[in-house]
């Protein structure tokens, strides 16, 4: 069975504050898959990042940095001088090799505080 | 132009009544998928199909029927509606890429409220 963790439920900090969400994943499979969505208070779902189990960099994209770890099974997820447009809800979710399901986890809200 | 799109965006209507939701894609996916995501946000996957064929079902009942008519369509619809059917409903696609998990590319959702 698989499952993801996001034990954070909410997130408060002031801009331009660094911040970082925490998943912590289960899977019994080697091949799996892990994404970051963020879902802003307009409702939507966008797609921030994917990641297989084979590649373990860590990668950066402007304020934002994702750190995988599989020695912890922990997919986190920084954000670097954090903006009131960062406020959203962030998703944190699990795949394997075919089977193309995600699971998600419980989401952290976060709150950037201007 | 809109990847994925979902009509309506809100869906208001009496407990008992039959409404569909529908989501087109132009992104080119072979799969397509329904997820539900409750008050307390939480996001779970109902259906998923690729190229007009069931591929997920996840214990849903039976009053929900997808329908795909071709591959870059997915219709929702439910039957008999009941109050504990109010949440956001959001269709997704994918490419399918041969097992890999291919990133899911969500639509605006569809808000649906039972009264």
């Known amino acids: 069975a698989q499952k993801v963790t996001q034990a954070q439920t909410e997130i408060s900090v002031v801009e331009k504050e660094d911040v970082t969400l925490d998943c912590v994943y289960e899977?019994?499979?080697?091949?799996?898959?892990l994404f970051w969505y963020k879902q802003p208070p307009s409702g939507e779902l966008v797609f921030l990042i994917r990641?297989?189990?084979?590649?373990?960099q860590n990668e950066i994209s402007g304020r934002y940095s994702w750190n995988f770890q599989k020695s912890t099974s922990s997919f986190n997820f920084t954000i670097t001088a954090s903006q009131v447009v960062d406020s959203a809800v962030y998703f944190c979710?699990?795949?394997?090799?075919?089977?193309?399901?995600?699971?998600f986890g419980t989401g952290t809200r976060l709150t950037i505080i201007p | 132009d809109t990847a994925v799109s979902q009509t309506p965006k809100y869906l208001v209507t009496q407990m008992g009544n039959d409404k569909s939701i529908k989501c087109e894609q132009n992104?080119?996916?072979?799969?397509m998928y329904w997820y539900k995501q409750d008050s307390k946000k939480f996001l779970k996957i109902m259906f998923s199909?690729?190229?007009?064929?069931?591929?997920i079902n996840e214990t849903v009942p039976n009053r929900f029927s997808p329908k795909s008519p071709d591959k870059a369509h997915l219709n929702l619809h439910i039957n008999s509606l009941e109050l504990g059917d109010s949440a956001v409903y959001f269709c997704?696609?994918?490419?399918?890429?041969?097992?890999?998990?291919?990133?899911?590319?969500f639509g605006p959702g569809t808000r649906l409220t039972v009264l």
């Open positions: 997704a696609s994918s490419q399918d890429d041969g097992g890999v998990t291919d990133t899911q590319y």
């Open positions: 899977t019994r499979d080697t091949t799996y898959y």
């Open positions: 990641r297989n189990s084979f590649d373990e």
């Open positions: 979710a699990l795949s394997y090799f075919g089977n193309e399901k995600l699971t």
């Open positions: 992104l080119g996916h072979d799969t």
């Open positions: 199909y690729n190229n007009k064929e069931l591929i």
